[in-house]
C-alpha cells in the first residue's frame, strides 16, 4: 500500500506563512496531490506534483522532492479562513492515479 | 465541469434499517467511482472501488454484504449501507474518475453525513 505520513495539528497567525510537511512511500511513485477539507465537508483540489521543485499557484505553493519522498505545501498571507484540514494524498503505488490514499490530515489552526 | 452530486446530504435512520447513498457524475461519464468513508477527526478511507457494469472491489476488511455498490450507469453509483449500527455513522464521500489535463483525476462529491441511532 501507500504510507503517508503529515502531522497531526498546526496553529499559525493571520498573515504569517505556514508549511505543511508529508512524507510518503516512494516505491511505484505516481504523483502527490493536496486537499483542503473544511469541516463537514468533502475535499477540494489545491495541487498536483509529479516533478521535483516547487509549483506556485496564488497564496499556496507545494514542494515535492521524489528521491526523498517528501513534500511540502506552504500557504502565504493566511487567512482565517484558511482554518481546515490539509490532506496530502497519493495513488497507490504501481496503480496510475487513482484511487489516491489518503494521509491522516493536519488541522490548520489560523489565529489573530 | 466535472461536479459530482451526493444524495442525500444529511441521514439519520433508526439501528437495523438500510440506507442508500447516490453518486452522480453531473456534466461527464465515469466508469469508475470510488467511496470512501471518514470518522471525525480521521482521514478519508477508501471502501471499495465501483466499476460500471461490473462488480465493485471492496477494500480489505470491509464487508461487501453490509456495504452493497450497484454502478449501473455511467453516470450513477449507490451505496447501500444495510442494517446499519450506531458504528457506521459516519461521513461518507464519494468521488468519480475523469480524465483532466492528460491524467485520471479523481473528483468528489460534497459527501454524506450518515447518523445511526
Known amino acids: 500500500g501507500q504510507n503517508i505520513d503529515q502531522p497531526t495539528e498546526m496553529t499559525a497567525t493571520e498573515g504569517a506563512i505556514v508549511q505543511i510537511n508529508c512524507t510518503y512511500q516512494?516505491?511505484?511513485?505516481?504523483?502527490l496531490f493536496w486537499y483542503q477539507q473544511h469541516a463537514g465537508e468533502a475535499p477540494t483540489f489545491l495541487s498536483y506534483?509529479?516533478?521535483?521543485g516547487l509549483e506556485e499557484k496564488g497564496r499556496f505553493s507545494s514542494f515535492l522532492s521524489r528521491s526523498k519522498g517528501y513534500s511540502y505545501l506552504l500557504l502565504k498571507e493566511l487567512q482565517m479562513k484558511d482554518s481546515a484540514s490539509y490532506l496530502c494524498?497519493?495513488?497507490?503505488?504501481?496503480?496510475?492515479?487513482?484511487?489516491?490514499?489518503f494521509g491522516k490530515g493536519t488541522r490548520l489552526s489560523v489565529i489573530a | 465541469g466535472a461536479v459530482v452530486s451526493q444524495h442525500p446530504s444529511r441521514v439519520i435512520c433508526k439501528s437495523g434499517t438500510s440506507v442508500k447513498i447516490e453518486c452522480r457524475s453531473l456534466?461527464?461519464?465515469?466508469?469508475?467511482m470510488f467511496w470512501y468513508r471518514q470518522f471525525p477527526k480521521q482521514s478519508l478511507m477508501l471502501m471499495a472501488t465501483?466499476?460500471?457494469?461490473?462488480?465493485?472491489?471492496?477494500e480489505q476488511g470491509v464487508e461487501k454484504d453490509k456495504f452493497l455498490i450497484n454502478h449501473a450507469s455511467l453516470t450513477l453509483s449507490t451505496l447501500t449501507v444495510t442494517s446499519a449500527h450506531p458504528e457506521d455513522s459516519s461521513f461518507y464521500i464519494c468521488?468519480?474518475?475523469?480524465?483532466?489535463?492528460?491524467?485520471?483525476?479523481?473528483?468528489f462529491g460534497p459527501g454524506t453525513r450518515l447518523t445511526v441511532l
Open positions: 468521488s468519480a474518475q475523469a480524465l483532466a489535463g492528460g491524467r485520471d483525476e479523481q473528483f
Open positions: 516512494t516505491s511505484g511513485f505516481n504523483g
Open positions: 506534483n509529479v516533478l521535483d
Open positions: 494524498a497519493a495513488p497507490r503505488p504501481h496503480s496510475g492515479n487513482t484511487p489516491l490514499v
Open positions: 456534466d461527464f461519464q465515469a466508469t469508475t
Open positions: 465501483s466499476n460500471e457494469g461490473s462488480k465493485a472491489t471492496y
